[in-house]
Each structure stands twice: as C-alpha cells, then as structure tokens.
C-alpha cells in the first residue's frame, strides 16, 4: 500500500543532543510538511517543501531544519534538542494545491 | 492567518447518539476542508475531504458539510460507536499550508 511511514515511532534524546528524525512516502507526492503538535494542541506546521523549493514558517526556531534530499524522503533534525520541544512530530504529504494530505503513523521525541 | 477553531473541545454522549462536531475558519478563501480522526498516541487518519467547490461528502456513518461564506463546516457522526471515541480534527487548506483546529475529544459511552 502507498503510504507515508515515519521513523522511529518514538525517540528519546539527550537535551542539547542532535536528533533526526525520518520520514519517506511512496505517493509520489510533491509536498512534505512537517507538523509539531504538543499534548491536546493542534499540530502546528513547522515547515514544507514543494519539489525542492523548501519553505520555512515565520515562526519556526531556528533550532529545527530540514533536509529533502529526494522525492521520497524528508528529514527534520532538531539542532539543540530542549524540554519544550518534547512533542509528536507529524509528516505529510500532498499532491498539491488544494488536495488532500496523507499523514504518517507520527514520531513521539521525548527530551531527557 | 488562517484561524480554525472547534466547539465543542470535549463531548460525552452515550452510544447509538447521533452527534455534531463544529469546525470554524476566519479565511473563506480555501481550497478544501479535511476532517481527520486521532488516537490517543497516534498519527492522523483522514476521514473526509471536501473541496472548495462541494458542499458535503459521505462516508458510511460520518457526513461532512461546507458552507464556505459563512466558514464553518460540520462533521456528522449517526448511531455513534464505542469504536468512535478519539478526537476529531479539522484542518483547512490555503495555498500549500494546511491549518488545523484544536479538535475535539469524543467519548461515546457503552
């Protein structure tokens, strides 16, 4: 089945310790995003690219960048992980303009 | 900027219930309006999508409306289920973005 699919499910990392966090997808879709979404809040876009033209939310910290190295993968790595960016963090895709997202299973990071 | 808001945050209602989730938007310009279902700990599972152009969209027990002028869009759930207990998001979409709610959180009591 075509899906989006997110790795690991959860990932525990050391405060101040680089983390990367995966994401692929077999649609062929044009657009990956990447969603923050913190305990009974909505997921809040962080960033997305379209082709490779990557682009990032005003108020997105620095802290996280992200990588698009093909059609097929996306990366989020978050520089200087801190306690407040203990969240689940959402990949989607999408075909484009107004069409539906897909959304991945989710990677849960938590800071320690 | 696109504000979405959902009323109510939490809902109790006892199984077989038909009840009405409220999704509302402060940017009538969208291109389409998608509900989604979230499980504790888990990703988002898309439930209906209704274009710009359309005014509802069916899928088994769950019936989604758009009135785009007014922004709002309502998500019907009839002869609801245990099963259905999660909370629902709606999410709208401009340009290459997509905006989500706060959603709300069902509980459907055996």
């Known amino acids: 089945d075509a899906m989006v699919i997110q790795n690991p499910r959860y990932q525990v990392t050391q405060f101040g310790k680089p983390v990367t966090l995966s994401c692929s997808q077999t649609?062929?879709?044009?657009?990956m995003y990447w969603y923050q979404q913190k305990s009974s809040q909505a997921p809040k876009l962080l960033f997305h690219y379209y082709d490779k033209d990557f682009n990032n939310e005003a108020d997105t910290p620095d802290n996280f960048q992200s990588r698009r190295p093909n059609t097929s993968f996306c990366f989020l790595d978050i520089r200087s992980p801190g306690l407040g960016d203990a969240a689940m963090y959402l990949c989607?895709?999408?075909?484009?303009?107004?069409?539906?997202?897909?959304f991945g299973s989710g990677t849960r990071l938590t800071v320690v | 900027k696109q504000e979405v808001t959902q009323i109510p945050a939490a809902l109790s209602v006892p199984e077989g219930e038909n009840l009405v989730l409220n999704c509302s938007f402060t940017d009538s310009a969208i291109y389409n309006l998608q509900w989604f279902r979230q499980d504790p700990g888990k990703g988002l599972t898309s439930l209906l999508l209704i274009q710009s152009s359309q005014r509802e969209q069916t899928s088994g027990r769950l019936n989604a409306s758009l009135d785009k002028s007014s922004g709002r869009s309502t998500l019907y759930i009839a002869a609801s289920q245990p099963g259905d207990s999660a909370t629902y998001l709606c999410a709208v979409s401009n340009n290459n973005d997509m905006r989500f709610g706060a959603g709300t959180r069902l509980t459907v009591k055996p």
């Open positions: 649609l062929n879709h044009n657009v």
């Open positions: 989607a895709t999408s075909r484009g303009q107004g069409l539906g997202y897909t």
